[in-house]
Every structure is written in structure tokens, then in C-alpha cells.
């Protein structure tokens, strides 16, 4: 079992960044991959970024690439989301979520989840 809590949401002007943090109960090296995804009211839940491998591959979803960075800590077994130029549309409530290993089909662990506004 794997807990999650997320830190960092809330609101910011358009334009404005903020850094969400994610920290996992157990070593975020024995991870397979990390990652952040995000829900607004009467929408499915949507990819963000992810983090996997020894190496630290990223992937992001087109509409925050050149703005989100997702990044690692392994000493304190926190994952970050840094968001900058952020835009009305990317309020959200955001959720973060672990992979165990490359062999499972999907992020079966998930955070509760932190509310970011971005105003006008």
C-alpha cells in the first residue's frame, strides 16, 4: 500500500506558478513511475505529466508542455509538479499517482487530491 499526499494547491492569477508537491509513503526510487493528473467538475480525469525509470523520463501532455516541469526528489520521496504561465484553464482539482512497476497496467495508487484556481 502506497500513500500520497499532495501540498501546494491554490489560487493564482493567470500568468502566475505554483509548485505542487506530492510525498509518498514509501521510497520513491523502488517506483516505477510517478505522475500528476488533474479533474474539473463534469470532466473524465486527464493526464498531466509523468516521471518513470532510473532515469527520470518525463512526459507531459501537450497543452503544459514548455510551462509544467515535473521533477523527483528521492532523498525526501517527493515528487514535484512546477507550474508557471499558468493559464484559467488549467484549474483543476490535482491528483497525484504512483505506478509501481513497469508491469502493472496503470497508477493504481492515488493521492487525495489538491484544488488549484487560476483567476482571470
Known amino acids: 500500500q502506497v500513500q500520497l499526499v499532495e501540498s501546494g494547491g491554490g489560487l493564482v492569477q493567470a500568468g502566475g506558478s505554483l509548485r505542487l508537491s506530492c510525498a509518498a509513503s514509501?521510497?520513491?526510487?523502488?517506483?516505477?513511475?510517478m505522475g500528476w493528473f488533474r479533474q474539473t467538475p463534469g470532466k473524465e480525469r486527464e493526464f498531466v505529466a509523468a516521471?518513470?525509470?532510473?532515469?527520470?523520463?518525463?512526459n507531459y501532455i501537450d497543452s503544459v508542455k514548455g510551462r509544467f516541469t515535473i521533477s523527483r526528489d528521492n532523498a525526501k520521496n517527493t515528487v514535484y509538479l512546477q507550474m508557471n504561465s499558468l493559464k484559467p484553464e488549467d484549474t483543476a482539482v490535482y491528483y497525484c499517482?504512483?505506478?509501481?512497476?513497469?508491469?502493472?497496467?496503470?497508477?493504481?495508487?492515488w493521492g487525495q487530491g489538491t484544488l488549484v484556481t487560476v483567476s482571470e
Open positions: 514509501i521510497r520513491t526510487s523502488s517506483l516505477w513511475a
Open positions: 516521471i518513470r525509470g532510473s532515469a527520470g523520463t518525463t
Open positions: 499517482a504512483v505506478r509501481v512497476a513497469p508491469t502493472d497496467p496503470q497508477f493504481a495508487y
